[in-house]
């Protein structure tokens, strides 16, 4: 198993462009969840998954945000017409949730989103 | 709602001395408590956790008590290293849900 995997690491893109991340959670964790980091902060949720249903989203998320997990694998987080106030590190995560037991949130290395 | 206050950093401290990162913590229910930790250019790593009051997590050489009646969860370690050196995040979550986090302290061990 080599963990929660995030591509790209780093994206730079042009402000009114449109971008997608890309989530590789564990493969048998049902649970995805989507952060944003700004410089100084920590993580701030945006919205998770469980399974291929999207359970919760944050007021942070904009109709510029979606997010997706088709067949509750992979996840996409796709940001359109970029801001630079979009410019953050973004964090996936996964874990296990059953009903009885459940495990902490494993943390991916992020994508480093630069808006110029 | 839930919130999380950590003391700001940096927090700077020579090898072998003592550290302690103070974490307190507004919710509702009975949350857990966690500290994560950022090694640079890493991702968010669980460092240790407490799922209910009086609680101690502890990894690594590092400890923390879940207070609830002081609604803290301070981070220590008797003896820190050059290798501890990175960002230490304390978080809340009920239940398996999201987590709620302080904004981090960075910690730079010298030799």
């Known amino acids: 198993d080599t963990g929660v995997s995030q591509n790209p690491r780093h994206k730079i893109t042009k402000r009114g462009q449109n971008v997608t991340f890309r989530c590789d959670p564990i493969s048998e964790h049902n649970r995805l969840y989507w952060y944003r980091q700004t410089l100084g902060q920590g993580p701030e949720f945006l919205t998770y998954?469980?399974?291929?249903?999207?359970?919760?989203k944050s007021r942070l998320l904009s109709d510029r945000f979606s997010a997706e997990r088709p067949k509750g694998s992979f996840s996409t987080l796709e940001i359109q017409r970029t801001e630079q106030g979009d410019s953050a590190m973004y964090l996936c995560?996964?874990?296990?949730?059953?009903?009885?037991?459940?495990?902490?949130?494993?943390f991916g290395q992020g994508t480093r989103l630069t808006v110029v | 709602g839930n919130s999380v206050t950590q003391m700001e950093g940096p927090v700077t401290l020579s090898e072998e001395a003592f550290l302690t990162i103070n974490c307190t913590y507004t919710?509702?229910?009975?949350?857990?408590l966690f500290w994560y930790v950022q090694y640079p250019g890493e991702g968010l790593q669980l460092l240790l956790k407490a799922t209910k009051a009086d609680d101690k997590g502890s990894n690594k050489g590092f400890e923390a008590t879940y207070r609830k009646e002081t609604t803290s969860f301070h981070l220590e370690k008797g003896s820190v290293q050059v290798s501890d050196s990175a960002v230490y995040f304390c978080?809340?979550?009920?239940?398996?849900?999201?987590?709620?986090f302080g904004k981090g302290t960075m910690l730079l061990v010298s030799p």
């Open positions: 978080a809340l979550g009920s239940g398996y849900s999201t987590l709620t």
């Open positions: 995560a996964s874990s296990l949730v059953l009903r009885t037991r459940g495990s902490e949130a494993f």
């Open positions: 919710a509702t229910g009975y949350p857990s």
């Open positions: 998954f469980q399974n291929e249903a999207q359970l919760e």
